[in-house]
């Protein structure tokens, strides 16, 4: 899963349905060095610590798929992934005396004088691995990876829903069984597609059969969800070849389903393969997503975002369903975010493998007093507050409480965003569910223009700053 940067919104009439992925608002690109790196004792000072999330990123991938614009680089050199642990251990100490606001050091293990997986008031209730392919960590790191989450950041995997990004070439059962034992309650398997042929245009080289093996090692472990990513719009993918890869991952019924539009990004490999604005392109990708949504609503799915589909019968993964992008989000790693009330933060942002690599270095090399300050961000103003939780309320299937909305922000959503709400519901892209309805929800043909959508609603300040953002 990924996120990537975007200019101005094009016009209603000229504007590709598929915009940008908003996984997170702001993106990094309107992410800037904070002049005054402030303390993260100071940060999070004020902010609620009882219902934390928690995501540590791994920046590194067997392979680097041509569509993938994610912080990573390709594979490792000798002790490059033991000095990462040791620099995210370094970082763990330092942030959780940070949110201990004492500087104490963690007793009994990391689980805390109450055994309950924290102390002075700081608990997790989510945790994530993500990258990067965390799972290219050897079984023995991945162990010390769930060790700096426990005995660092005294967050109880076994307690709190965990989900892991993992690939198939990578999901070995060894690794698995670490999880497993670990207490991952999710894993997801970024599989793109079961054609050969389509997996190599996509720049994803691997085999059908290594798929398959590898999604019988996940169930043969017994992670309670398992979630298969595929993609549509690839070169050559025809209805019959889309519906085939559906049908693949519907038998081994997984609790989840990912269905990605293919984008083009760039600095990646397909960015050097094929560019621009391309209306059968678009007009291939709206067909195959109906398609593909009409097929996993009739083997028994329900829909919860345009990506999103989850089997009726799957097990909750608690209130947030794992999605780390709420405040009170700590972010470990060089390519991970964090998330107070006022700041959103994350080390330097970079696309292009080399900039990436000199990142991941300057990061293992960082003395520990280092990981106690913020040095890149944004700050939350209260309408950029309003943007961002309309957004992540909208996109999702289930709408928006405007109720809850109205105790949060002192007014109803319309009273903030009416020009661009009229605008949707002109379009089709809002319910009418009636004068006082409790919920403001997007419509079937809304959904499928959430890429569309999401940016729309990007402030002119964002806009302008991840415009001026420096692709590196």
């Not at 309950?116 to 010390?144: I, K, N, S």
């Not at 085939?244 to 050097?272: C, F, I, K, N, Q």
């Not at 009418?432 to 223009?449: F, I, K, N, V």
Request: aromatic share 8%; hydrophobic share 40%; with cysteine.
């Amino acid at each position: 899963m990924t996120a990537t940067a975007t200019g101005t919104p094009a016009t209603a009439t000229t504007a590709s349905p598929y915009q940008s992925y908003v996984y997170a608002y702001p993106h990094k690109t309107a992410y800037r060095p904070l002049p005054d790196r402030p303390a993260l004792r100071t940060l999070w000072a004020d902010e609620p610590k009882d219902a934390l999330s928690l995501y540590l990123h791994v920046p590194f991938c067997e392979v680097r798929c041509g569509f993938c614009n994610l912080f990573t680089r390709i594979g490792a050199p000798d002790g490059l992934t033991t000095a990462y642990l040791d620099a995210l251990d370094r970082q763990a100490t330092a942030v959780r005396e940070a949110l201990e606001d004492g500087g104490q050091a963690l007793e009994d293990g990391g689980r805390g004088r109450d055994g309950a997986g924290g102390r002075g008031g700081v608990r997790f209730a989510t945790a994530a691995f993500g990258g990067g392919t965390p799972t290219f960590l050897t079984a023995a790191e991945l162990t010390r990876l769930c060790d700096i989450a426990e005995h660092r950041m005294g967050a109880d995997l076994r307690a709190v829903p965990l989900s892991v990004e993992a690939s198939p070439a990578t999901a070995t059962a060894d690794r698995l069984a670490v999880l497993a034992e670990r207490g991952a309650t999710r894993l997801s398997l970024g599989v793109q597609s079961f054609v050969d042929s389509e997996a190599r245009a996509a720049v994803r080289p691997q085999r059908r059969a290594d798929v398959e093996a590898a999604l019988a090692r996940v169930r043969e472990a017994r992670i309670p969800v398992l979630n298969i990513d595929l993609i549509y719009g690839i070169d050559g993918q025809t209805d019959a070849t889309w519906l085939h890869s559906l049908d693949a991952a519907l038998a081994w019924r997984p609790e989840e389903l990912y269905l990605y539009p293919l984008y083009v990004r760039p600095l990646t490999g397909l960015d050097r393969r094929r560019g621009g604005h391309d209306p059968a392109w678009d007009a291939q990708r709206l067909r195959l997503y109906r398609l593909g949504r009409d097929h996993l609503l009739a083997h028994g799915y329900t829909q919860q975002s345009m990506r999103m589909f989850r089997r009726a019968d799957a097990p909750p993964q608690g209130a947030d369903d794992y999605a780390c992008q709420t405040d009170g989000m700590i972010g470990l790693g060089c390519g991970a975010r964090s998330y107070t009330a006022g700041l959103h933060y994350a080390f330097d942002y970079a696309v292009g493998m080399h900039e990436i690599r000199g990142i991941i270095d300057d990061y293992v090399s960082r003395p520990a007093a280092d990981f106690a300050r913020a040095e890149h961000g944004r700050r939350m103003t209260p309408d950029e507050a309003r943007r961002r939780h309309l957004l992540q309320s909208l996109l999702q299937a289930e709408g928006l409480d405007t109720d809850d909305y109205r105790v949060r922000f002192g007014a109803g959503p319309a009273d903030h965003f009416g020009p661009e709400l009229d605008r949707f519901a002109a379009r089709g892209w809002l319910a009418d569910d009636g004068p006082g309805s409790p919920r403001l929800r997007l419509t079937p043909e809304g959904l499928a223009h959430s890429d569309a959508i999401g940016p729309e609603l990007f402030s002119p300040a964002v806009r302008a700053a991840m415009a001026a953002y420096e692709r590196k």
